[in-house]
């Protein structure tokens, strides 16, 4: 990948669940996003957090962000169908602000 | 919902013609960027622009070309379309600030036959 690996490739749980998912990256950052992509559409921003925070919230959803690993993961709590989609992290790096994403998780939410 | 467009949504073409898909944004957006998207989901920059005048080449090399008369206004071409270059095409633009969020349209399936 450009700049990370998101995992797992693919998940599938049960409506209500929570769904986890990881991102790593390469190189120092000035933020992480996440952005959601449902299925032969663009993609959506969810969340923003910066280098510089360790845990945002928003809704059903929980980022957390560890520039130590390099890592962040997205957490999705009570899992609704409307939910399946792919989601890819996002970071701009450098004085230019290019996005570089992840390779991005496949989440099934079964009803 | 983002104000940004894409045209054609879909585009099924023979080899070596000339291509050219459309993006367009109406929020005063500096900067644009294309994204290519293969079947294993993972996102490639291939140009960006800052501005009017600006073109820099993404990360994967490209065949194609792209510019940047208007603000709004960000096409890609490719001069002679081979079956190699069949994927989905993504634009976006964002603020130039650092942390803007980038908004996507809705993307070109360029299939080259």
């Known amino acids: 990948s450009q700049q990370g690996e998101e995992d797992p490739q693919a998940l599938s749980i049960q409506e209500g669940e929570n769904a986890t998912m990881n991102c790593s990256y390469k190189?120092?950052?000035?933020?992480l996003q996440w952005y959601r992509q449902n299925s032969g559409r663009g993609l959506v921003h969810l969340i923003l957090?910066?280098?510089?925070?360790r845990e945002k919230h928003s809704g059903r959803l929980r980022v957390t962000l560890d520039t130590s690993k390099k890592s962040s993961s997205l957490l999705i709590t009570a899992s609704r169908a409307a939910d399946t989609a792919s989601y890819f992290c996002?970071?701009?790096?450098?004085?230019?602000?290019?996005?570089?994403f992840g390779t991005g998780t496949s989440l099934t939410v079964i009803p | 919902e983002a104000d940004i467009y894409q045209t054609p949504r879909y585009l099924v073409i023979g080899t070596g013609k000339k291509i050219t898909l459309e993006c367009s944004q109406t929020?005063?957006?500096?900067?644009m960027y294309w994204y290519q998207q293969d079947p294993g989901m993972e996102l490639h920059l291939i140009h960006y622009?800052?501005?009017?005048?600006?073109?820099e080449k993404g990360d994967l090399s490209s065949e194609s070309t792209v510019s940047r008369i208007r603000t709004e206004h960000f096409p890609l071409t490719l001069e002679s379309a081979r079956p190699s270059h069949t994927s989905q095409y993504l634009c976006?633009?964002?603020?130039?600030?650092?942390?803007?969020?980038?908004?996507f349209g809705q993307g070109t399936r360029l299939t080259v036959v």
């Open positions: 929020m005063g957006h500096d900067k």
């Open positions: 976006a633009s964002s603020e130039y600030f650092t942390g803007g969020r980038a908004f």
């Open positions: 957090i910066r280098s510089n925070e």
């Open positions: 996002a970071t701009d790096r450098g004085t230019g602000n290019q996005f570089y």
């Open positions: 190189t120092s950052i000035n933020n």
């Open positions: 622009s800052y501005g009017v005048n600006s073109t």
